[in-house]
T-cell receptor
Framework: DTEVTQTPKHLVMGMTNKKSLKCEQH?????MYWYKQKAKKPPELMFV???????INESVPSRFSPECPNSSLLNLHLHALQPEDSALYLC?????????????FGPGTRLTVT | QKEVEQNSGPLSVPEGAIASLNCTYS??????FFWYRQYSGKSPELIMS????GDKEDGRFTAQLNKASQYVSLLIRDSQPSDSATYLC?????????????FGKGTKLSVIP
């Protein structure tokens, strides 16, 4: 089973709101990722967690705050977002890191910031 | 700067034909190569991975890798309208601090009934 789940599927929030995106995998993968994807663009890496520790933060603004409560869960906390942050947010997981392992994506959360 | 290049398309093929999607990459030490299919409004779906030179077949899909030419391709035989999607090539490169894949911009494929 190569399933990664994400909630919610859609989210509309104002610029002053605080919300969270959730991601879960039960494949025993030790690496989890957050990506942002704008229309007609490839996914853009935001954060990498390896063995529940933040490994990479690709210069993402502090209004995005990741959290990895355990090896199966990944959250992305959102606060004071801008309209340009509207995008598809994708969670992915892989057996390990290093760019060698297959990454499996969740269905994504479509975020609209008003 | 790692680069992955794909023709943006659109690539149009008739139903039943072979669709050929191409990808080149810049970093010679790259070791893992992936093809993802992405339908409009959906998330990327992994369809093929290849690590060694040569061909790898899975059903109607064949991935081809030539590390000397830094070239990877995806062939789709007996193309179906349901294959119409954007195909993303992704390349993994090992090394200190290298945790991520580098994605190409994708090729949009249209299969005409």
């Amino acid at each position: 089973d190569t399933e990664v789940t994400q909630t919610p599927k859609h989210l509309v929030m104002g610029m002053t709101n605080k919300k969270s995106l959730k991601c879960e995998q039960h494949m025993g993968h030790r690496a989890m990722y957050w990506y942002k994807q704008k229309a007609k663009k490839p996914p853009e890496l935001m954060f990498v967690y390896s063995y529940e520790k933040l490994s990479i933060n690709e210069s993402v603004p502090s209004r995005f705050s990741p959290e990895c409560p355990n090896s199966s869960l990944l959250n992305l906390h959102l606060h004071a977002l801008q309209p340009e942050d509207s995008a598809l947010y994708l969670c992915a997981s892989s057996q390990g890191t290093g760019g060698l392992y297959e990454q499996y994506f969740g269905p994504g959360t479509r975020l609209t910031v008003t | 700067q790692k680069e992955v290049e794909q023709n943006s398309g659109p690539l149009s093929v008739p139903e039943g034909a072979i669709a050929s999607l191409n990808c080149t990459y810049s970093d010679r030490v790259s070791q893992s190569f992936f093809w993802y299919r992405q339908y409009s409004g959906k998330s990327p779906e992994l369809i093929m991975s290849i690590y060694s030179n040569g061909d790898k077949e899975d059903g109607r899909f064949t991935a081809q890798l030539n590390k000397a030419s830094q070239y990877v391709s995806l062939l789709i035989r007996d193309s179906q309208p349901s294959d119409s999607a954007t195909y993303l090539c992704a390349v993994g490169t090992p090394g200190a601090g290298s945790y991520q894949l580098t994605f190409g911009k994708g090729t949009k494929l249209s299969v005409i009934p």
